[in-house]
């Protein structure tokens, strides 16, 4: 799961990069799009990207964050950073919404019309909205991601056996008496 989000992190990096370089290239010095429905369309497929690159996280999203939680609470004060606590709460609020959006899509899907389907307008419009209305919490998942892992590398780092330092020690006399001539 540490590998999934590690991903998704960086697809999601690629995606708003991505993004940032469209906008400043579609939009004039006041921030106004040249072409709103290009640019509508364009941010459409921003946030639809970004959803499906969760999508590998999403299942074990809870799990992730309740063990950051927990080597969390297990790490020595030194090892812990101020902010790691916020991030998890952040993190823990944004899949708690994204959730709720998710059971709102379903019902909105299922509520569609049966000729609704994939690539119909009716559909791909109200699927849209659903990726515009999650993209924020996505993003916070793509900001703030990252401490899981930071909390799991400092627990390892916790846990692993240190090594001692060398010291320099005096090897012991032996009992015996040096061999001599007899």
């Not at 990069?17 to 709103?36: I, V």
């Not at 030194?78 to 899949?95: E, F, I, P, T």
Request: proline letters at 5%.
């Amino acid at each position: 799961m540490l590998r999934h989000l590690a991903d998704f992190v960086g697809d999601s990096k690629k995606i708003l990069d991505a993004w940032d370089a469209y906008s400043d290239e579609h939009t004039g010095l006041d921030g106004w799009p040249y072409d709103d429905h290009a640019y509508g369309l364009r941010k459409s497929q921003r946030d639809a990207d970004t959803a499906a690159a969760f999508e590998t996280v999403r299942t074990g999203a809870r799990h992730l964050l309740a063990t950051a939680e927990t080597q969390l609470a297990h790490l020595p004060a030194h090892a812990v950073r101020s902010h790691w606590g916020w991030q998890l709460g952040v993190l823990r609020d944004a899949l708690d919404r994204l959730d709720a959006l998710h059971d709102e899509w379903a019902q909105t899907r299922d509520g569609l019309p049966a000729a609704a389907r994939p690539g119909t307008p009716a559909f791909d419009d109200a699927l849209a909205e659903h990726h515009a209305e999650c993209w924020s919490y996505l993003d916070t998942w793509a900001t703030h991601g990252s401490v899981v892992r930071d909390i799991n590398s400092a627990a390892r780092q916790a846990s692993a056996p240190s090594v001692p330092s060398p010291t320099v020690t005096a090897v012991p006399a032996s009992g015996r008496a040096k061999p001599g001539r007899r």
